[in-house]
């Protein structure tokens, strides 16, 4: 089962490179999608400096290191090791994920549903989410 789910898991991250390559847009399959606004930026906040969910950037490194939201860890959706640093997240908390444009997130959120995350979202790109009122990493 567990073979299965890491298969599905690199079938997601090929489609997305592949997406990314050609720039062909992913079309997220779950419905775990969060339109970021004044309101919830603020619970998103709350939630994650409280240490009930996590805030995961999957941008590349380079990406992060240039801008990242406040309190966000970068674990790159297309790195070789993806699936095993989200290993080692506790999967009965929220899980808030975001990229540039919301198209690498869309595709984690459907990796970690298939992973066995109960709560995972796809909040979108960077730039929105920091237009809605949530804080920059300074």
Known sequence: MKSIRLLSLLM??????F???????????????????QTNSKKILKEV????????????PEEYNEKHLKNAQNINVRSADFSDKIAKLDKDKKVY???RSG????????????LGFNSSYNIGGLDSIANSGYPIAK
């Open 12 to 17: 997601f991250i090929t489609a997305g490179a």
């Open 97 to 99: 994920l975001y990229c």
């Open 49 to 60: 400096e409280e240490g009930e969910a996590y805030l995961i950037d999957v941008r590349s």
């Open 19 to 37: 997406a990314q390559t050609s720039h062909q847009t992913y079309t997220q399959k779950s419905p775990n999608k969060i339109r970021v606004n």
């Open 103 to 114: 198209n690498r997130s869309g595709q984690a959120t459907d990796s970690l549903i298939t």
